[in-house]
T-cell receptor, first 118, second 116 residues
Framework: AQKITQTQPGMFVQEKEAVTLDCTYDTSDQSYGLFWYKQPSSGEMIFLIYQGSYDEQNATEGRYSLNFQKARKSANLVISASQLGDSAMYFC???????????????FGPGTSLSVIP | ETGVTQSPTHLIKTRGQQVTLRCSSQSGHNTVSWYQQALGQGPQFIFQYYREEENGRGNFPPRFSGLQFPNYSSELNVNALELDDSALYLCASSLPLGRGAASEAFFGQGTRLTVV
């Protein structure tokens, strides 16, 4: 069964510093997509970055980059130059893209709470 | 903003009652998924609708049901509410597999349901 593990329940980072949020995943599928979402206290799940299993280069979106190590099944999120507004819950997630299934669902990890300190 | 809107934003119901939550998907997205997020946990997949039919379900009992309409908006219905149903309910719209550059799911702001 597919599973996402995030081993850091809570993280602190100094403003303007970089931080890495860990994520490992387990799947037997060859084709899958990995995502990171940010969830502020308001509740909305905000899409940050996507990495396809066949993408050879690590994904980047502004201050967000994804350190994808396929052999180790890890997809860590790196946030550079942290800002106070980055304080939120961060979820690593995986979407099954296997065409044999009639539907796709997103499986989420338990999340990491990030606090940015002034 | 994602273009996915959910209503209501907050709701309080009594155990045993029924509730209907609503979701309008992002323009062009014909696939809608519902998730339940209990306090302190990641979202759990409830079910997905594609072209007005349920085409996938997670580990939730039949008292969780849904609908999708021709305009791709969707409803989540929960009958015989239990205290453990208290959670944030998230709706996500997406393109079918293989039709999006990133294939990400866009989420609404959620409906916070409290069962007392």
């Amino acid at each position: 069964a597919q599973k996402i593990t995030q081993t850091q329940p809570g993280m602190f980072v100094q403003e303007k510093e970089a931080v890495t949020l860990d994520c490992t995943y387990d799947t037997s599928d060859q084709s899958y997509g990995l995502f990171w979402y940010k969830q502020p206290s308001s509740g909305e799940m905000i899409f940050l970055i996507y990495q396809g299993s066949y993408d050879e280069q690590n994904a980047t979106e502004g201050r967000y980059s994804l350190n994808f190590q396929k052999a180790r099944k890890s997809a860590n999120l790196v946030i550079s130059a942290s800002q106070l507004g980055d304080s939120a819950m961060y979820f690593c997630a995986m979407r099954d893209q296997t065409r044999e299934t009639s539907y796709d669902k997103v499986i989420f990890g338990p999340g990491t709470s990030l606090s940015v300190i002034p | 903003e994602t273009g996915v809107t959910q209503s209501p934003t907050h709701l309080i119901k009594t155990r045993g009652q029924q509730v209907t939550l609503r979701c309008s998907s992002q323009s062009g997205h014909n696939t809608v998924s519902w998730y339940q997020q209990a306090l302190g946990q990641g979202p759990q997949f409830i079910f997905q609708y594609y072209r007005e039919e349920e085409n996938g379900r997670g580990n939730f009992p039949p008292r969780f049901s849904g609908l999708q309409f021709p305009n791709y908006s969707s409803e989540l219905n929960v009958n015989a509410l239990e205290l453990d149903d208290s959670a944030l309910y998230l709706c996500a719209s997406s393109l079918p597999l293989g039709r999006g550059a990133a294939s990400e799911a866009f989420f609404g702001q959620g409906t916070r349901l409290t069962v007392v």
